[in-house]
């Protein structure tokens, strides 16, 4: 079983920025980041691909970057730059045991492992 532990969610104004982490307890080729608002569905934001084949949700391309640390590959981090308040939601790490997917990495029930989430709120 592989746990992840995520951190860095907070409140920002519209403009902001904010950097999520997540630790993993074990490496996993595929890790993604997805994120949930309040009455909506656990939506896929990012996703990375062994040490930096990425992919990204539209509506952040441009805004955010997902990556590796590299020193420790079982460390994730999200990079949020210009944070909208459509982005505000409880952010998710995710992983799984295959690679991502060109399509599946959107996919949250692929995933064997998840965070317990973390707030970001955008004012």
């Known amino acids: 079983h592989v746990q992840l532990v995520e951190s860095g969610g907070g409140s920002v104004q519209a403009g902001g920025s904010l950097r999520l982490s997540c630790e993993a307890s074990?490496?996993?080729?595929?890790m993604a980041w997805f994120r949930q608002a309040p009455g909506k569905g656990r939506e896929g934001v990012a996703a990375?691909?062994?040490?930096?084949?990425?992919?990204y949700v539209d509506s952040v391309k441009g805004r955010f970057t997902i990556s590796r640390d590299k020193m420790n590959e079982n460390t994730l981090y999200l990079q949020m730059n210009d944070l909208k308040v459509e982005d505000a939601a409880t952010y998710y790490c995710?992983?799984?045991?295959?690679?991502?997917?060109?399509?599946?990495?959107?996919?949250?029930?692929?995933?064997?492992?998840w965070g317990q989430g973390t707030q970001v709120t955008v004012s």
């Open positions: 995710a992983a799984k045991n295959g690679p991502c997917g060109s399509v599946s990495w959107r996919a949250a029930d692929t995933y064997n492992h």
């Open positions: 990375i691909d062994g040490p930096r084949d990425t992919e």
């Open positions: 074990r490496f996993r080729h595929c």
